[in-house]
């Protein structure tokens, strides 16, 4: 079971991203999908969710407005629009997936049984 996420990269402040989280080994299509971020020092912190179906989006309140979290059930795939990207919003971003199809808090890490390895977005100003 992997989750791999790319799109990443380096980015003026304004700009935008798409990244991208690809599951492989068995589907997700079921599971609760979120997306955190690690900026150095500092703890892994929640940004965004998704339920199975992709009708329920939570997102963190530093990100509600400029970011979009969104699935293709179809490609085992979950996604993350990044726009008015701020350099606050450095960070290796991480995708995982709970174990089940719905979380109480999904901004708890430990509801996410399966992490992918992270990709580097770096916002300049």
């Known amino acids: 079971v992997q989750l791999q996420a790319s799109g990443g990269g380096l980015v003026q402040a304004g700009g935008s991203l798409r990244l991208s989280c690809a599951a492989s080994?068995?589907?997700?299509?079921?599971?609760?999908m979120g997306w955190f971020r690690q900026a150095p020092g500092k703890e892994r912190e929640f940004v965004a969710g998704?339920?199975?179906?992709?009708?329920?989006?939570y997102y963190a309140n530093s990100v509600k407005g400029r970011f979009t979290i969104s699935r293709d059930n179809a490609k085992n795939t979950v996604y993350l629009q990044m726009n008015s990207l701020k350099p606050e919003d450095t960070a290796v971003y991480y995708c995982?997936?709970?174990?089940?199809?719905?979380?109480?808090?999904?901004?708890?890490?430990?509801?996410?049984?399966?992490w992918g390895q992270g990709t580097q977005v770096t916002v300049s100003s």
């Open positions: 995982a997936a709970a174990g089940t199809v719905r979380v109480g808090v999904p901004e708890d890490v430990r509801v996410y049984d399966y």
């Open positions: 080994g068995r589907t997700f299509s079921r599971n609760y």
């Open positions: 998704i339920n199975w179906s992709g009708a329920s989006t």
